[in-house]
């Protein structure tokens, strides 16, 4: 099973901020928390990972709760090339969940 | 530029022709993985491999095999396809090392069985 649970998807105007939440209830100390997106017709692409402290990257952030069993990550002003799937993972998670469909609205 | 590479891109073939989808990494990556995935659904791991000569089963049986004779090569056969198996295959790769067990994925072959 996966080891992380994400709604099924969510919907967001254009240039608004976009938060998609992630729980991990089972993390263990040392695991870091991966987010992927996946563009359509094509392979998962990396985004964002951290282990305790909120990361910013030049495409997204990712917020991470005191407690680490859940995480947001954060598209500050979302376009339409971000319609995509996004996907939480943690460290050595072989079994992908479906992950949040995300959906932009013009 | 792609450092994970898949060929064929498409591949339309009969029904009980044997195939192989081609896999290759350029990053030196020990563990690599092969998921198959329907437009719109989960990604389902078939395989995957921690190093040269060590192969997996995931949790979809898919009647397929694969083989790491190469750290660098890791491709899948289907003995004898079928309409069944029509779907888009994904190989990835990662790093062992916790903190950067970061997946980095092909661009996918997309199996058609007629």
């Known amino acids: 099973d996966a080891k992380t649970t994400q709604p099924n998807s969510m919907e967001s105007n254009e240039e608004e901020p976009v938060h998609l939440p992630c729980n991990h209830s089972?993390?263990?100390?040392?695991?870091?928390i991966h987010w992927y997106r996946q563009l359509p017709s094509q392979g998962p692409e990396y985004v964002i990972h951290?282990?305790?402290?909120?990361v910013n990257n030049r495409m997204a952030s990712l917020a991470i709760a005191e407690d680490r069993k859940s995480s947001t990550l954060i598209l500050h002003r979302a376009t339409l090339r971000d319609a995509a799937v996004y996907y939480c993972?943690?460290?050595?998670?072989?079994?992908w969940g479906a992950g949040t469909k995300l959906i932009i609205k013009p | 530029e792609a450092d994970i590479y898949q060929t064929p891109r498409y591949l339309v073939i009969g029904t009980g022709k044997k195939i192989t989808l081609e896999c290759s990494q350029t990053?030196?990556?020990?563990?690599m993985y092969w998921y198959q995935q329907d437009p719109g659904m989960e990604l389902h791991l078939i395989h995957y491999?921690?190093?040269?000569?060590?192969?997996e089963k995931g949790d979809l049986s898919s009647e397929s095999t694969v083989s790491r004779i190469r750290t660098e090569h890791f491709p899948l056969t289907l003995e004898s396809a079928r309409p069944s198996h029509t779907s888009q295959y994904l190989c990835a790769s990662s790093e062992l090392k916790r903190g950067i067990y970061g997946y980095t994925f092909g661009s996918g072959t997309r199996l058609t069985v007629v």
């Open positions: 089972t993390i263990s100390g040392t695991d870091y």
């Open positions: 951290g282990l305790t402290s909120n």
């Open positions: 491999s921690y190093g040269v000569n060590s192969t």
């Open positions: 990053m030196g990556h020990d563990k």
């Open positions: 993972i943690l460290d050595y998670q072989l079994i």
